[in-house]
Structure formats: structure tokens, C-alpha cells
């Protein structure tokens, strides 16, 4: 990947090899012209197992932000998401994105926790337009990843963080994103450490 790459938030499908469904949400380096996606997700992860097995996926990019949130803390139900298979990767496509690429591995190494995964685009489309730039959308997308790293960082800090963002919602959100923090913060407030390192 070349120094212009950026990470490009958006929701991730796999498919295990035994036909399941996970959807989740990726932040991928990309490159401007999206011939190749670098993910490093950790190896205790739905989709590293899929795409480990299958060597494939679909991203999709999205203004949905409430299905990032949901993806976030693992709330997201595959069957309630309308969803099309995928072209020319053992996939499904979710219909109600913005755009997609269908993608397979070009090199993965697993040797560290963080998998480095290298996939290139082999079919990609546009399904509608992209709504916009969204201030209450980008703080509902910045506290769902804050949601994945409570094991890094604990409550106190999130919700600390969670109020300043809670401003942008107020000022700018419509009824999802009001939605989609408080299913985060519900998940921050009943999160257990305990649980989750066993």
C-alpha cells in the first residue's frame, strides 16, 4: 500500500464456510483508486475466521450509522438486513449501501495477534449516493469505535468521551443516530471486563 492510503470506515460481510453470515464493522487503509483494502483485524474476530477460510469478503461503504453502532457492539441480526449475493465472491451484498467491492486475498499473514490482510477489488458498484457529510453521523461512527476498545481503555474514559459527542447528536442528529447512542452507551454502562477477558 502506497503513503496516499487512508482508513475508510464502513461495514464489512464474510461468509464462514459453512454459509453464515457475519457483518461487521472494518476500517480498512485504502488507496484512492479502491483496487486494494489492508485489514488488520485481530484473530479472535468473526471475519478473520471467514476470511481466513473462505478468502473473501465484501466492504461496503455506508451512511448508516446506526448499523455501524449496532455492528460495533454485536447487535446486528444478518437475517434482518436485506442482502443479494454477491457477483464473483462467495458473498452477500447488502442492498441498502452506498457502494461495494467485491474482494479477495492477495497475502495474509497471521503471525502476529493483529492479522495483516491484503485484499484486491475483482467487481465493484454503486447501489445509490452517498447522503453527505454529517456531523452527528461522525460522532455516532467515533463512539462505536470507541465501544470496540472499552478492554483498552475502560468505561470512564468512553463516557467521558461519549458527552462531548452526545453534543454534536443533540445539534445535528436525527431519530438513528439518537438511537444508535444510546444502544452504544447502554452497551459502555453495562459492559464487564471480566466477562469479556474470559
Request: include cysteine; charged fraction near 25%.
Amino acid at each position: 500500500m502506497s503513503k496516499h492510503t487512508v482508513i475508510l470506515e464502513g461495514i464489512m460481510s464474510t461468509v464462514s464456510s459453512e454459509g453464515q453470515t457475519n457483518i461487521a464493522p472494518m476500517g480498512p487503509m485504502v488507496e484512492p483508486g479502491f483496487d486494494r483494502f489492508e485489514f488488520r483485524p485481530f484473530q479472535s474476530s468473526t471475519t478473520y475466521r471467514n476470511i481466513k477460510a473462505t478468502g473473501v469478503g465484501v466492504f461496503h461503504v455506508t451512511d448508516d450509522a446506526l448499523l455501524i453502532a449496532r455492528g460495533a457492539i454485536g447487535t446486528i441480526n444478518p437475517a434482518d438486513i436485506p442482502v443479494k449475493p454477491a457477483a464473483h465472491v462467495a458473498g452477500v451484498v447488502l442492498t441498502e449501501a452506498c457502494r461495494y467491492y467485491e474482494l479477495q486475498v492477495e497475502t495474509l499473514d497471521d503471525s502476529q495477534e493483529r492479522t495483516h490482510i491484503v485484499m484486491r477489488t475483482v467487481d465493484r458498484q454503486t447501489l445509490r449516493d452517498f447522503f453527505g457529510f454529517h456531523r452527528a453521523r461522525h460522532a455516532v461512527i467515533e463512539a462505536a469505535i470507541l465501544a470496540t476498545r472499552l478492554h483498552l481503555t475502560g468505561k470512564s474514559h468512553v463516557l467521558a468521551t461519549y458527552k462531548s459527542l452526545q453534543i454534536m447528536v443533540d445539534k445535528t442528529g436525527s431519530d438513528p443516530e439518537h438511537q444508535a447512542m444510546q444502544e452504544l452507551r447502554d452497551y459502555v454502562e453495562r459492559y464487564d471486563y471480566d466477562e469479556h477477558a474470559s
